[in-house]
């Protein structure tokens, strides 16, 4: 599939946000058909997510964090994978971007397990599209960090602990660096907006 295709195929979109558990509005350019929830979409009656009906904060909290975890396995996949892609401070930017998600992933998984729960691994391969260039990789990873992002958001409000919170909203903006980053790579205004929200 061609990747501008895919990147802004809806029923890609629809699929992701089903499997991941996280609800997310909107109706622009995002990506991806795979990531780390496991078996069928988990919602009950009139749409409502299981995660809304846990038995306790921590079982919610676990679940949110969990599903962001999946994102942030996804990201480490697409930064390695295109790393042979790019080049200059392209590829330092990405190796840069590589250590971040690595050190997300890594927080997450300590706070799940702070928690009691147990941490999604990653996936063994992710259904991406085929990035041809430096450009593809790039436009793909502004996809993906702005899915993040929109993930993010939609699940800081939920999470029961403060400090939760406040590692949701570090990482949301640590995200929307890199994706500044990568719209000046591409040549592209890299604050286009007063307020960072994603694209989901």
Known sequence: MDVEQYLRDPVSRRRFFALSGVGVTGG??????????????????????EVTKAKSPEETDIHILNTALDLEHMAVAAYTGGAELLKGDALAAGKTFL?????????????????????????????????????????????LENTAIAAYLDALPKLSMPELRATAAAIITNEAEHVAVLLGALGMDQV???????KG
């Open 28 to 49: 622009s350019a995002v990506f991806l058909t795979a990531c780390g929830g496991k078996g069928e979409p988990e919602t009950g009656g009139g749409g409502q997510s």
């Open 99 to 143: 250590e971040h998600e690595q050190e997300h992933a890594q927080g997450l998984a300590t706070a799940i397990k702070d928690l009691g729960g147990r941490p999604n691994k990653a996936m063994r391969g992710y259904d991406f599209p085929t990035l041809r260039n430096q450009e593809d990789v790039l436009n793909f990873a502004v996809d």
């Open 192 to 198: 286009p907006d007063a307020f960072v929200a994603g």
